[in-house]
Every structure is written in structure tokens, then in C-alpha cells.
Nanobody, 119 residues
Framework: QVQLVESGGGLVQPGGSLRLSCAAS????????MGWYRQAPGKQRELVAT???????NYADSVKGRFTISRDNAKNTVYLQMNSLKPEDTAVYYC?????????????WGQGTQVTVSS
């Protein structure tokens, strides 16, 4: 059974920091590109950041220089360090496991964790 379990969300003041974690089980973690997406109320889900099995990263322009994605393949865990948080970062953050192309493997999503940036 595949599970992606996010943790680390919460309420933080503008300018503050949070670190999200996503622990994966049931997949060959090191071959999956892992990512963080977010969805604010009334908006579509959007990409935040991705990291390949080899560690190549990609960020949305809105978070570049503030957020850092990383992974620990030994722990089957991907992280999102979020600094200088803004109210517009408020959203439910979802962990995603993207299977290698043509592998026949499935993609997976976590259940989401709420991040609220407010004073």
C-alpha cells in the first residue's frame, strides 16, 4: 500500500518559516520525482517545487529564493523549507510522487497539509 504522509503545516506570521515533510512508503522512492503543490481556496492546484531522484530541482517563480526543496532517499522523505512566508502562500500543500516516464508505475498524492500565513 502506497502512502505519502505530509506533516509540518500550521499557522505562521508573515516573514516566518515552516518546514514541511512528506514521508513515502510503498514506492521505489529514489526513482520518483517528488514535488510539492499547493491549492488556495477558489484557485487551481499549482506547482511549488519538484526534485528528481538525482536531486535536480525546479521552482515556481513565486517561491524562488524563499523555498527550498530537498530529499533524503535513505529516509524516503522529501522536505520543503519555506522562509519569508507571505499571506499569499496560504494554501493546502500537497506532496506528489511522479513516476518515471514509460515505467508503467502510478503517480501518487498525499492528503495535504494546511499552511496559513497570517498576523
Amino acid at each position: 500500500q502506497v502512502q505519502l504522509v505530509e506533516s509540518g503545516g500550521g499557522l505562521v506570521q508573515p516573514g516566518g518559516s515552516l518546514r514541511l515533510s512528506c514521508a513515502a512508503s510503498g514506492i521505489i522512492f529514489n526513482i520518483y520525482t517528488m514535488g510539492w503543490y499547493r491549492q488556495a481556496p477558489g484557485k487551481q492546484r499549482e506547482l511549488v517545487a519538484t526534485i528528481s531522484g538525482a536531486g535536480k530541482t525546479n521552482y515556481a517563480d513565486s517561491v524562488k529564493g524563499r523555498f527550498t526543496i530537498s530529499r533524503d532517499n535513505a529516509k524516503n522523505t522529501v522536505y520543503l523549507q519555506m522562509n519569508s512566508l507571505k499571506p499569499e502562500d496560504t494554501a493546502v500543500y500537497y506532496c506528489n510522487g511522479d513516476s518515471p516516464p514509460y515505467s508503467g508505475l502510478k503517480d501518487y498524492w498525499g492528503q495535504g497539509t494546511q499552511v496559513t500565513v497570517s498576523s
